[in-house]
């Protein structure tokens, strides 16, 4: 069996056997992922937390060490796409659906149900809520999807190897990695990156379902999810089965359009001054804590809120590491180490604080100053969150169907690019797989979706994702290891090749 052939069919077999299971034996899906998911947490749940500051490390060392001027391609090529092109694309497929479902919910949850050291309902829990979602939302997560794509983009635009993860360990495996050990790493990626994408499809699912229920009076219930979920599988294949260029890049600035209007709407209506307070004070107070909230577990107290919070983010950002990696790398080609690191990472994040600054501080400013008890109602249906906001504001019914149309093409946008990156890694990394791939994985994706949901609901989506997130870090981590001998044997082959260069040219004109 060839190797391409033999990711697509283990992964194919093994997909197909879980979904029969969530389908048939529900109860027994859920007791799978949960005694998985508790063993994983009690034993190596503080791994995850070490392994992202090893992200951020390995990338501030990249970009400002000494191979941050080489680039992710050809000395000759230049960027493909624009910097606003380039960024709109960023953030649709890094984080759209997530900021839109938990902008508002996050912040309020924190503030409701804080670690157990801290008193409930009180200013120090508003202010470790913020900081907490920042952290979550800001310069780890980014270092997770960094680290990917750099590797990525550079064995495959610099080195000419198929676009794989497993390409990225060739110094490591040789050609090792067109056998077995290749094809186990490239299937552990598939599976990454579907747990990954499900779990933020189904809470995108969820949270349309509640914005119709609020504005069109329309049933909160599990039918009309699977509704959504069908229409927008035929929405998010159709734009997938266009190409990358006239698909998701148009779809992903309409998205930064709608997104844009929603913030400045509600910054400039909002509190606008309160909005900007929080915002200077939780940067500040996020930067000064970023070791400590790195490296804590909270052992001796609110270990359970680590464990239901940060350790179930940072598996999601890895187990979407491949998706994204893959993604952002066929968008990155020709820009520098070091101008995809600082653009990638302080672009994206800044974006996100501005919209937990704007949300969420519009959020705590009815709840502590105007006595609108908004927190509860949103910790109790974390979905629904940003649509109770947006009630006690001017123009809120245009504002929620706004806020409903960027969720769908958020959704599409990323069930888009999981879609083609998917596809891609069963077709020994043809960045134009077929269209039959793409329609037979967006596909398993929606279903893969629904079956989660059935089982468990968002309980399930978060158990199976710290589940797959597992053995996906080892690898990043090998990962890392692999870039720094590629980065240090081509810096060495390259000024070689120039000395020979130079040395045939003054040969030449010496005679």
């Keep these: 069996m060839q190797s391409k052939q033999r990711v697509f069919i283990i992964s194919l077999l093994l997909v197909v056997v879980m979904a029969a299971v969530g389908v048939t034996r529900p109860e027994l899906f859920d007791a799978g992922s949960t005694f998985l998911y508790d063993h994983l947490i009690a034993y190596a749940g503080f791994g995850y937390l070490i392994a992202a500051l090893i992200f951020f490390v390995f990338c501030f060392v990249l970009a400002f060490g000494k191979y941050g001027h080489i680039k992710l391609g050809k000395d000759y090529e230049k960027p493909q796409y624009s910097y606003f092109g380039w960024f709109s694309m960023l953030f649709a497929a890094g984080m759209g659906i997530g900021l839109l479902f938990w902008g508002v919910a996050e912040p309020l949850s924190h503030y409701m149900e804080p670690p157990s050291f801290l008193e409930p309902q009180t200013g120090s829990a508003a202010e470790f809520a913020m900081r907490s979602s920042f952290f979550h939302w800001g310069l780890e997560p980014w270092a997770i999807y960094i680290t990917m794509s750099i590797t990525i983009a550079y064995f495959s635009f610099r080195r000419d190897m198929p676009p794989l993860i497993s390409s990225c360990f060739y110094p490591l495996l040789g050609e090792r990695i067109y056998r077995w050990p290749g094809t186990l790493i490239d299937i552990a990626a598939v599976f990454a990156t579907l747990f990954g994408i499900v779990a933020s499809l189904g809470f995108g699912a969820l949270q349309i379902t509640s914005g119709l229920a609020t504005v069109f009076h329309t049933p909160d219930t599990f039918v009309v999810t699977l509704i959504i979920i069908a229409v927008t599988t035929i929405c998010f294949l159709s734009s997938s089965l266009t190409g990358l260029d006239k698909g998701i890049q148009i779809l992903s600035r309409i998205n930064i359009f709608l997104a844009v209007l929603l913030v400045i ?228 082959y390259e000024q070689t090749s120039d000395r020979y260069d130079a040395t045939i040219q003054e040969n030449k004109q010496s005679h």
């Excluded at 600082?342 to 994040?349: C, F, K, R, Y």
């Excluded at 037979?440 to 309980?459: D, E, H, P």
Aim: proline share 4%; hydrophobic share 55%.
């Design 265 to 492: 709407f509600m910054f400039v209506v909002g509190p606008t001054t309160y909005i900007c307070e929080i915002f200077t004070s939780t940067v500040g107070d996020y930067l000064s804590s970023f070791v400590s909230m790195s490296l804590t577990t909270n052992p001796f107290q609110g270990h359970d809120w680590t464990r239901s919070w940060t350790l179930f983010y940072w598996a999601w950002w890895i187990s979407w590491s491949p998706f994204v990696g893959l993604f952002v790398a066929s968008i990155s080609r020709g820009r520098t180490i070091r101008e995809f690191v600082i653009g990638a990472m302080l672009v994206p994040t800044l974006i996100t604080f501005i919209w937990f600054s704007v949300f969420g501080g519009a959020a705590f400013y009815l709840q502590l100053h105007r006595g609108i008890d908004i927190a509860s109602l949103a910790t109790a249906s974390p979905s629904s969150a940003l649509f109770l906001l947006l009630q006690h504001y001017p123009m809120s019914n245009v504002l929620i169907v706004i806020s409903i149309v960027l969720l769908g093409v958020f959704f599409v946008t990323s069930a888009d690019s999981a879609t083609f990156v998917i596809a891609m890694m069963t077709s020994n990394g043809n960045l134009s797989p077929s269209a039959s791939k793409k329609i037979f994985w967006g596909l398993t994706i929606s279903v893969m979706a629904v079956v989660l949901l059935m089982s468990g609901g968002l309980g399930a989506l978060q158990k199976i994702t710290i589940t797959a997130a597992l053995p996906f870090t080892i690898i990043m981590l090998f990962m890392c290891r692999s870039l720094l001998a590629g980065l240090r044997y081509g810096a060495k």
